[in-house]
């Protein structure tokens, strides 16, 4: 623990869409925060001469035509190589003073990742950072995943993070739009990575930079993106719940068909009986199929974690540089 460290090789990602009226800022924000590190800008399909600016700015420059937070993210995971990555918005929201602390978290304790918790600073200069209902959009999705793959964060929708080169280069990042911060935080859970989470101010967009975030579609998006992850991360217990739901219709169904039985002794509503063993067979095979899918997942989360585990951490590439 007390070896000699070399200076970390840090990347900066910042991926723009139309982010002409901020991107100089940050990028000369980050700049000034982390002298030594490299600022990458990837241009997301703008018409308002957002890589221009960028580049002016001292920004390194490139262009991702298809349009998705999401795949700009995966295409800047997959092309830079560094020790550190330090992924957040070209719209000047996030405080990049924050970013050498979260760096020195991730450091000094050997973290994967390390998330910024927003604090909403809007209210200091008169205006609310959050939109109407993204505040409780935000708890919601927070407490949901919290409740199914458990709680190591208070603000999963993030998107400003701090992560390891071994993280970057083993998650397979499928998300294409704003649901990849919950895509992150799941493959975190699912492998149970070291992660930690610090406070950073959270403040107002600049005049001229409009939000790409739609707060229903995205919102329907980034549920349906909790939804795949259950299943996949956690098949049992999504056709588990499907199994109890449809036992219970079954049996509600057949509770006047006993009633009759018992009575008459004879069954004369086919139909409802016929629904009630067709529903119930349904819920059998669900049943079936997460027990399978659940042998199915193991081995693909064990392959993930050996995928993970055969890439240094933060310190072992450190040291590993520093002996070579």
């Given at each position: ?12 990602l ?12 940050v990028?000369?924000?980050?700049k ?5 590190a ?6 997301n ?7 221009d600016v ?6 390194s420059v490139?262009?991702e ?6 795949i ?11 020790d ?14 924050a970013a050498?602390?979260?760096?020195s978290?991730l ?8 998330v910024a ?8 200069q008169?205006r609310d ?11 919601l ?13 208070s603000d ?6 701090v ?10 990042i ?7 911060e919950?895509e992150?935080?799941?493959h ?5 990575l070291p992660v ?17 975030l739609?707060?229903y579609?995205?919102g ?11 299943k996949?991360?956690r ?9 109890i ?14 009633i009759t ?7 004369p509503?086919?139909p ?5 063993v067709?529903?119930?067979l ?15 997942s ?6 993930n974690?050996?995928r993970y ?10 040291e590993?540089?520093k002996?070579e």
């Amino acid at each position: 623990m007390n070896a000699k460290l070399r200076k970390p090789k840090i990347a900066v990602l910042l991926p723009c869409h139309n982010e002409a009226a901020a991107i100089a800022s940050v990028v000369t924000g980050f700049k000034a925060a982390l002298p030594d590190a490299r600022i990458f800008v990837y241009d997301n399909a703008s018409t308002d001469g957002t890589s221009d600016v960028a580049f002016k700015a001292g920004a390194s420059v490139f262009s991702e035509p298809r349009k998705g937070k999401g795949i700009v993210v995966r295409r800047m995971f997959a092309d830079i190589e560094a020790d550190i990555y330090i992924l957040a918005d070209g719209d000047g929201t996030y405080d990049a003073t924050a970013a050498p602390e979260m760096v020195s978290r991730l450091v000094d304790e050997n973290l994967d990742m390390v998330v910024a918790a927003r604090v909403d600073t809007g209210e200091q200069q008169g205006r609310d950072t959050y939109r109407r209902g993204h505040r409780m959009g935000n708890w919601l999705f927070t407490w949901t995943i919290a409740f199914l793959f458990g709680r190591q964060f208070s603000d999963i929708l993030s998107g400003y993070r701090v992560f390891s080169r071994r993280f970057v280069k083993s998650i397979p990042i499928n998300a294409e739009g704003f649901e990849i911060e919950t895509e992150m935080t799941v493959h975190s859970l699912t492998l149970k990575l070291p992660v930690g989470e610090i406070p950073a101010p959270y403040g107002v967009r600049p005049e001229g930079s409009v939000s790409k975030l739609n707060s229903y579609r995205d919102g329907f998006r980034i549920l349906g993106t909790i939804i795949k992850l259950l299943k996949e991360a956690r098949p049992f217990a999504f056709f588990f719940s499907i199994f109890i739901i449809l036992a219970a219709i079954s049996g509600i169904l057949s509770v006047p068909l006993f009633i009759t039985f018992l009575e008459t002794g004879l069954v004369p509503r086919f139909p409802t009986a016929i629904l009630v063993v067709g529903v119930m067979l349904v819920g059998f095979i669900c049943l079936a199929c997460g027990l399978i899918l659940d042998t199915v997942s193991r081995n693909r989360r064990d392959l993930n974690g050996l995928r993970y585990l055969s890439l240094a951490s933060v310190r072992e590439s450190l040291e590993d540089s520093k002996r070579e």
